[in-house]
């Protein structure tokens, strides 16, 4: 078996786990290392050779970008405050910790090297976090901000990652210039990720066709990551502001099938990118068992001391941090997103499990410093760093639902419904007020025009049924019906006239080109 084999093996092995983790009860991820780890015990799997200097760039870029398309540049305006309190700064008491625990406990191990550690186990997984929360139907604020937390401690937690690892890679530290290359970092970063969304946007709209506008959108993340990195900035940071300019600037209403092409697009991207990551950690843990030799006891204990830091630093800087949000926001009287109680706060701490950027930046870890020695205690930092996310992602993951249950947190479910009605009574009165426009300017027939009122009014009902009164309620539920049996009808005959194309295709005498256009417009009649 060759390296490509292996790796489609991976990726085969990346969409199996998520239906097979939800029948188990047990998040993909935990599988894919797994699933890593047994492939690298066979004989025949060869070992995998990836060079730790191309693990950043390759898996960076696109998991950033598909995070970024869950939030918005607004959302985290609104909660920069709290996300800076609750989250980034959670960054560096986590990384300091980390460090002065696992340079006290393990010999040898210089303070850079365990800075490094400390920086790659700080950052929770927003993608693991937020499904999770989701099925739980947790209060949006906090959902909102698991996600603002996720992106920017990433961003953090990388740039302390560089500067720990150059700095343990050359013995050298100096922390005012740090500090220099920090502040340069982000003003490169900046300036890069907006000229090139600015650019990705002049590109997207010469283009037009939605396949297209795919196709550019997952080279950006890398040409963003590529570019800042060349010039000393973070591409992390670069990628984020990427994303976030194009999602404020390339919103189109009217591209549907865009936006379609991309949501799949990226959902697929984001879980075949996620399952490599974990694949790979979990083939590198197989050559780390065999490094650690008579050491793994140890290591052991070194991992439960690093996970007990990792948890309870956690809880110990929530409950002030939350306090003094919830303070600053009663001062403010803004509208920022805060937990609201001791046991919202308590759940955002459980909710903070370690995943993928954890991961890459392990793997990332170079393999030997500048003189040609090996990195200190590189196969002890793996291990540890394995035993963070492992018991994050199991422990945490699995028993966040029955805390959730037993401290009654919610979502406010009176305000999603307010919301949908306002914004359901916004849009059939926008609606409406065009047909008004278009009807005065063209004088469109009296049937017309009440045909096509009665079907906003529909959609507006189908967004939310308080946004009318009682009796269109009944006469919305009448008509509903009607055409539940239309449709359930219609696709039926639309099943079987598709079944009637594909028979046709195995006609030697049939022009593929034509069955394939009549396919097409069979299906687009079935999203309808």
């Known amino acids: 078996m060759d390296q490509f084999v292996l790796l489609m093996l991976i990726l085969l092995g990346a969409l199996i786990t998520v239906p097979l983790g939800d029948r188990l009860g047990l998040p993909s991820p935990v599988l894919m290392t797994l699933l890593g780890i047994v492939l690298a015990l066979l004989p025949f799997v060869p070992d995998v050779d990836v060079p730790p200097d191309i693990v950043l760039p390759l898996l960076l870029p696109p998991l950033l970008y598909a995070a970024v398309r869950r939030t918005s540049w607004r959302q985290f305006a ?13 960054v560096f008491v986590t990384t300091a910790a980390v460090a002065v625990t696992a340079h006290a406990l393990i010999p040898g191990l210089p303070i850079a090297a365990a800075a490094a550690l400390g920086a790659l186990v700080a950052p929770p997984d927003p993608v693991a976090a937020t499904v999770v929360a989701g099925r739980l139907g947790l209060p949006r604020r906090l959902v909102s901000l698991l996600e603002g937390e ?7 937690a990388i740039v302390l990652y560089k500067v720990a690892i150059t700095a343990a890679v050359t013995g050298v ?50 040409v963003s990551y590529a570019l800042a990195d060349r010039w000393h900035g973070s591409g992390v940071l670069a990628v ?31 879980t075949l990118v996620t399952g490599v990551a974990f694949g790979l950690i979990g083939l590198e843990l197989h ?7 008579g050491r793994l006891g140890q290591a052991l204990g070194w991992s439960a001391a690093v996970v007990g830091v990792v948890v309870v630093v956690r809880l110990a800087w929530l409950l002030p941090a939350a306090w003094l949000a919830r303070k600053t926001r009663r001062a403010g009287d803004d509208e920022s997103e805060v937990p609201l109680s001791w046991r919202e706060t308590v759940v955002m701490w459980w909710a ?37 996310i492992l018991v994050t992602l199991v422990v945490q993951g699995l028993t966040l639902p029955w805390l959730v249950s037993k401290l009654g947190v919610k ?26 426009e278009i009807d005065e300017a063209e004088d469109l027939p009296e049937e017309v025009v009440e045909l096509l009122a009665k079907r906003m009014t529909d959609i507006g009902m189908r967004i939310s049924a308080e946004a009318a009164d009682a009796e269109r309620r009944a006469a919305y539920e009448q008509r509903a019906e009607r055409v539940r049996t239309v449709r359930r009808v219609e696709s039926e005959m639309l099943s079987a006239a598709r079944q009637a194309v594909l028979d046709a295709r195995r006609d030697p005498s049939a022009d593929p080109e034509v069955v394939i256009r009549v396919l097409r417009l069979l299906d687009a009649r079935s999203l309808h």
């Open 352 to 388: 903070g499990m370690r995943g993928v950027a954890s991961v890459a930046l392990v793997l990332a870890i170079p393999l030997r410093t500048d003189d040609g020695s090996p990195f200190p205690q590189r196969a002890v930092l793996v291990f540890i760093a394995f035993a963070v």
């Open 411 to 436: 979502s406010d479910t009176a305000a999603e419904r307010d919301l949908e009605r306002r914004l359901a009574i916004s849009a059939a009165t926008a609606a409406r007020r065009r047909l008004k």
């Open 287 to 293: 050559t780390v068992f065999g490094t650690l030799g």
């Open 150 to 156: 996720g992106l920017f401690n990433d961003v953090t």
């Open 240 to 270: 984020l502001t990427t994303a976030f300019y194009l999602s404020e600037h390339m919103s189109d209403a009217d591209d549907v099938k865009g936006r379609f092409a991309s949501a799949t697009f990226w959902q697929i991207v984001d």
């Open 173 to 222: 530290f100096w922390w005012p210039g740090a500090l220099g290359e920090f502040v340069l970092s982000a003003v490169v970063a900046v300036a890069v990720g907006l000229a090139l969304g600015w650019l990705a946007g002049r590109l997207m709209a010469v283009l037009g066709d939605a396949t297209l506008q795919v196709g550019l959108s997952l080279l950006v993340p890398f």
């Open 78 to 90: 609104a909660n920069w405050q709290p996300i800076f309190l609750l989250a980034v700064a959670l």
